[in-house]
């Protein structure tokens, strides 16, 4: 496989690409009755500040809700079919906002990326493990090979690949060398996936280049990382921002300590990346962030304890048992601080929120098989709540939030015109969060996703129901 290599110098702009693979079999979403669905009696969970419906009902016809109200108020079309959801929540699909598809293929505990695993079939891969967890609208994390994710993207506008999560696109703007982690930056740099850049004008060129290829959003990597990696020039990403902004084109920021998180948002940053884990955030942060107010991700999961460790059944189910050995030779040892992080962590993720932090749900995913796409997502939202979150506005930082921050108008919520994108739960989240992982049904532009055919494929590695 070729690379894709991104290089920019001065105003030119370079670009070669590589075929794209074809894709393996696909289990298909369940068959739907083709006609409207009325489904009623479930509790409703909107996914914004309005209350919840206790008794609800609401109408799907052709992939979008037509309407919502309490059982009763409801009329049903002619011909609908009834679902009776008595005793269940509903809820909308989740969007998570920051995940790197792609490279990962579960081969080793600590994560193998390759460019060569960068292909269409595994970019599927990753999204049907999405949508098999409720997640209905995923972003790349800046770190795709723009010509194989655009391709997948218009294919699965078209139609092409039903029952996945819908996939929404990054670019990614680094210093020569510099990038994502240790672990990811050995298949972004094979494929050349980021745009590479020295100078401000080169910044812009790259922006631009975003801009015609039609692409939304971009990450930048502030920080040196202890002098492990090169740092961009305060010049080079005032330049990033300042195109970006004048071409409608948000930017997401990695910064993992304070200083670089006050620069990244007095720049004028949309989205910050990451949790201050080293400091306790001060008070010139919290000013900072009364100010601003950027919408905030938190990627707790990549340095919590594996819920593997525990053998946790919910997430074993997506795992080979050689995987899941590995994880408990490898990484499941004891961390003596862990009482000090839990409590810094905590007094961190409160502050952040109460000083303006617009909080929306990203997880990092997509780096090693301990913390994968689907599960992940339900790990961060367990956080928020162990860290003081009332479960509902858990929910609406993992659902009609971050549909706002990336600029998706048609999910996120239970409601008139919006996508059938939602999950279908056995308890109530609102009474424990934990219940957003008891799954009866995920639904996709008003089909079944079909869980049982892709859990099948994945495992699972307990014989236990994922509870």
């Known amino acids: 496989m070729q690379p894709w290599t991104w290089r920019v110098a001065g105003t030119g702009l370079l670009l070669v690409t590589a075929g794209v693979l074809g894709v393996s079999s696909q289990p298909r ?11 009623e009696g479930a509790r409703v969970i909107i996914g914004d500040e309005r ?5 609800g009902a609401f109408v799907v016809a052709g992939g979008r809700i037509t309407a919502v109200g309490r059982r009763g108020e409801v009329t049903a079309p002619a011909g609908a079919t009834r679902v009776d959801l008595s005793g269940k929540t509903v809820m909308p699909a989740i969007v ?3 995940a790197h598809v792609g490279y990962e293929k579960y081969l080793e505990a600590e994560g193998l990326s390759r460019g060569e695993h960068f292909t269409e079939a595994n970019l599927l891969d990753h999204l049907y493990r999405e949508a098999a967890f409720g997640v209905g609208s995923m972003l790349d994390a800046g770190s795709g090979a723009l010509p194989v994710t ?3 993207q218009s294919d699965q506008r078209a139609g092409r690949f039903p029952g996945a999560a819908r996939l929404h696109l990054m670019g990614g703007i680094v210093p020569v060398q510099g ?3 240790h672990i990811l930056i050995q298949g972004t740099r094979a494929l050349g996936a980021n745009y590479e850049v020295t100078r401000s004008p080169e910044a812009r060129t790259a922006v631009q280049d975003l801009k015609a290829k039609g692409v939304r959003h971009v990450k930048i990597w502030l920080g040196d990382r202890n002098g492990t990696y090169p740092a961009m020039p305060h010049e080079v990403y005032d330049a990033v921002i300042d195109e970006a902004h004048k071409a409608g084109i948000a930017v997401h920021a990695h910064a993992t300590n304070l200083r670089d998180q006050k620069d990244a948002i007095r720049a004028g940053i949309d989205v910050l990346v990451h949790t201050v884990q080293n400091a306790p955030v001060d008070d010139e942060l919290a000013a900072v962030l009364a100010e601003k107010r950027p919408y905030w ?3 707790f999961g990549l340095g919590d304890r594996s819920e593997v460790c525990d053998r946790n059944p919910f997430v074993l189910q997506v795992l080979s048992a050689a995987i899941v050995s590995d994880i408990l030779a490898t990484d499941c040892r004891p961390n003596p601080n862990a009482a000090v992080r839990e409590q810094r962590l905590k007094a961190n993720f409160m502050k952040m929120i109460a000083s303006g932090a617009r909080l929306v749900l990203g997880t990092d995913a997509g780096v090693w098989p301990r913390y994968t796409f689907g599960t992940a997502d339900h790990h961060e939202l367990q956080r928020y709540v162990e860290f003081g979150l009332p479960p509902a506005q858990a929910i609406i930082a993992a659902t009609s939030r971050p549909a706002e921050a990336i600029g ?3 999910v996120g919520v239970i409601a008139n015109d919006r996508r059938a994108d939602f999950l279908v739960l056995d308890a109530n989240p609102l009474d424990d969060i934990r219940n957003t992982r008891r799954i009866a049904a995920v639904y996709l532009d008003g089909a079944a996703v079909d869980r049982a055919a892709l859990l099948a494929r ?3 590695a307990a014989g236990t129901p994922a509870r």
């Open 96 to 98: 998570n906002i920051h």
């Open 150 to 152: 655009q391709k997948f």
């Open 51 to 55: 209350p919840t419906i206790d008794d």
């Open 458 to 460: 994945w495992g699972p």
């Open 29 to 39: 979403p369940a068959p739907t009755t083709g006609g409207p669905v009325l489904y």
């Open 297 to 299: 991700t938190t990627v």
């Open 408 to 410: 998706l108008t048609d």
């Open 179 to 181: 990038g994502p982690d």
